[in-house]
């Protein structure tokens, strides 16, 4: 009786999703947070963070306030690993072309910021030794488009100008696997920038994901597939940190043209996040309400990095949108500015699919 409920629970529809009730709360979300800004200090900072989400909110560039915000955070030299992979991302969006230069600075903090075990901690400034031309010109899929325009809404300028970065320094110590799946977000971004990234890097950050694997789960009564914790290997895996290294070992592989659908490692962390799946926590975690809008956007990130519209049976987006709408409060926010964030970038869906860096809608 007991497994024929469960069946049964499984088996039912994923909750129907009205858009225009999704943008509503995007709208009502981007009101709240636009005059907040964001802070511009310390390694958790988030500028960057509040950036990305009005860019992806639909906040045009030419918005004074997007302006604003971007010349404060072009104002200081990338530091603190967070802060520069979502900068690398922030770059990306805005403009990849006009900005390699600047993206270029922010793959060279991640490379000299790596460990020898192949992660990050929250990292510490670098020395910027090359000089990146700016391009003059660049071609997106369509018209021709002379400077930095775009053609036409939605549309990336190709990148022409591929530019490799170096190793500058050694770095000692530890790391962590929230600073290191910030880490995989911001060199995604600069590959594609056009960054040429040092293979040892990203073949050195891929073994870190496969090594560190939990053993597959087999409590329950059934295989659970293997998750991540948040350092070492563990057998306390746990959502936010599972969701983000399958997003992190799926851009190891598409920045190594390797088929991350086909990595065993990537497989079984997908089986973990379907066996283990909720929306209404971080699944696992010893303090389940910890880290939980953090889950949320990672859920978002491995479910469109790993190019899949179900964990399991459950519809990710369905279930996490019918949630963050039913959470936020009357003024437009989910409590505070990093959770409002994550929560537009899931309803918005930001997050690429890993395509080739060439001309392409956004």
Request: net charge positive.
């Amino acid at each position: 009786m007991q497994m024929c409920l469960i069946a049964l629970l499984l088996a039912q529809e994923a909750p129907k999703i009205d858009d225009i009730k999704v943008s509503e709360a995007i709208r009502r979300g981007i009101d709240w947070l636009k005059p907040q800004g964001g802070s511009a200090e310390g390694a958790n900072g988030t500028l960057e963070l509040a950036l990305l989400t009005l860019l992806h909110g639909g906040v045009k560039k030419s918005d004074p306030r997007v302006k604003e915000l971007l010349e404060q955070m072009l104002a200081k030299e990338p530091e603190f690993t967070y802060r520069t992979a979502l900068r690398a991302m922030v770059l990306e969006e805005h403009q990849r072309v006009k900005h390699q230069p600047e993206i270029h600075k922010c793959a060279q903090f991640l490379v000299d910021n790596q460990t020898p075990q192949g992660i990050w901690s929250y990292g510490s400034k670098t020395i910027y030794t090359q000089v990146v031309p700016t391009p003059k010109e660049a071609v997106a899929s369509g018209p021709r488009v002379v400077g930095f325009g775009e053609p036409e809404p939605g549309v990336k300028p190709k990148v022409l100008q591929k530019v490799p970065v170096k190793r500058n320094r050694e770095m000692t110590g530890g790391g962590d696997n929230s600073n290191s799946q910030y880490a995989a977000l911001g060199l995604r971004a600069c590959h594609d920038s056009g960054i040429v990234l040092p293979a040892e890097v990203v073949k050195l950050a891929q073994k870190w994901w496969r090594d560190q694997q939990s053993d597959p789960d087999a409590k329950d009564g059934g295989y659970g597939g293997a998750g991540w914790g948040y350092g070492g290997k563990s057998p306390a895996a746990w959502g936010s940190m599972t969701v983000g290294a399958l997003g992190s070992l799926s851009i190891c592989d598409y920045i190594l043209g390797e088929n991350w659908k086909g990595d065993k490692a990537c497989r079984q962390g997908s089986e973990w996040i379907g066996f283990h799946f909720k929306v209404e926590e971080n699944p696992k975690h010893e303090n389940p309400g910890a880290w939980h809008y953090y889950y949320l956007y990672g859920l978002e990130r491995a479910g469109v990095l790993y190019d899949t519209p179900k964990f399991g049976k459950h519809d990710w987006y369905a279930y996490g949108a019918k949630y963050l709408l039913e959470q936020q409060k009357p003024e437009g926010h989910w409590g505070d500015l990093p959770n409002t964030c994550f929560a537009i970038l899931f309803l918005k869906r930001a997050t690429r699919p890993l395509v080739a860096s060439e001309a392409r809608r956004k």
